[in-house]
């Protein structure tokens, strides 16, 4: 099993930034993805950014070089830095975790409102 941790997001003015985190602790080591996912308010939850344990990422076509996901691995955590926020950045972000055999968990999420 695997326990997942948020911290971060709250309310942010448009155009401001800030950074969510999320510890992992618990069935580490058959780790091989982490991911940042978000869910407005009546919207299908969607991928933002995610990192493999081999430092390579994706991101959504939305983010537009405006967030940055890194991991520290000594950590086990696995931070999205958002920059440039705008009105419809608002939502709940989950943090994901995706084990060999494509077993994801879900950490409960961390609210971002962008209002200024």
């Known amino acids: 099993q695997v326990q997942l941790v948020e911290s971060g997001g709250g309310l942010v003015q448009p155009g401001g930034s800030t950074r969510l985190s999320c510890a992992a602790s618990?069935?580490?080591?058959?780790?091989?993805?982490m991911a940042w996912h978000r869910q407005g308010t009546g919207k299908q939850r969607e991928l933002v950014a995610g990192?493999?344990?081999?430092?390579?990422?994706n991101y959504a076509d939305f983010v537009k070089g405006r967030f940055t996901i890194s991991r520290d691995s000594a950590k086990n955590t696995v931070h999205l830095r958002m920059n440039d926020l705008e009105f419809e950045d608002t939502a709940a972000y989950y943090c994901?975790?995706?084990?060999?055999?494509?077993?994801?968990?879900w950490g409960q999420g961390t609210q971002v409102t962008v209002s200024s």
């Open positions: 618990g069935s580490l080591s058959s780790i091989y993805y």
């Open positions: 990192i493999t344990t081999a430092g390579r990422t």
């Open positions: 994901q975790v995706v084990r060999y055999g494509g077993i994801a968990h």
